[in-house]
């Protein structure tokens, strides 16, 4: 796949009119090893659905996107789920995607930088996911702060405490 040349970035809040992309980024957002593939309609099982479900109605619903030339790339949202990252009823969980051909390009590092930011201010104590041992993410989760918390033979639930300094180069 190829890689795209990238002259202005920004991170922003998501627009009311662009929640239902969402649904678009948590397809992107399961790991999928070379040469796997699965249906779209993998994200209509309960247990993935609810990461968008009625998204942004609940008030610990946030999403930020990637916007790259004026196309959205990528998204970051954050809610408080019984999902597959689940801590407890006070953390909030996150997920995030960057389109193939926008990835390793240093976005979702920007993306998860302005959530953490958002979530310090917001007055969150920690936040979680979980990613699948195989994906790169996982490594750029520990880089950036994130600790195991919890692992089985495919996945990590990690976890970031929101009061630690975290402060990277994300340029």
């Known amino acids: ?6 002259t202005e970035l920004n991170i922003r809040p998501i627009k009311a009119n662009e929640i239902m992309l969402l649904t678009d980024f948590l397809y992107e957002a399961i790991f999928k090893k070379p040469g796997e593939v699965f249906p779209r309609t993998i994200i209509q099982k309960p247990e993935i659905w609810q990461y968008v479900d009625e998204f942004g109605i ?7 996107v ?10 970051i949202w954050a809610r408080k789920i019984k999902g597959y990252g689940y801590i407890d009823d006070a953390t909030p969980e996150l997920a995030m995607a960057v389109y193939p051909e926008y990835q390793k390009l240093g976005i979702g590092r920007k993306l998860l930088a302005e959530m953490i930011s958002f979530l310090k201010d917001k007055g969150y104590t920690q936040v979680s996911l979980s990613v699948q041992k195989a994906n790169y993410a996982s490594k750029m989760y520990l880089e950036l702060g994130f600790k195991v918390y919890s692992e089985n033979e495919e996945d990590y639930i990690m976890i970031n405490t929101l009061q630690s300094n975290w402060d990277f180069a994300i340029y």
């Open 1 to 6: 796949m190829k890689k795209v040349k990238i």
């Open 58 to 64: 609940y008030p610990h619903d946030y999403a930020f």
């Open 66 to 75: 990637a916007e790259a030339d004026g196309i959205v790339v990528g998204a």
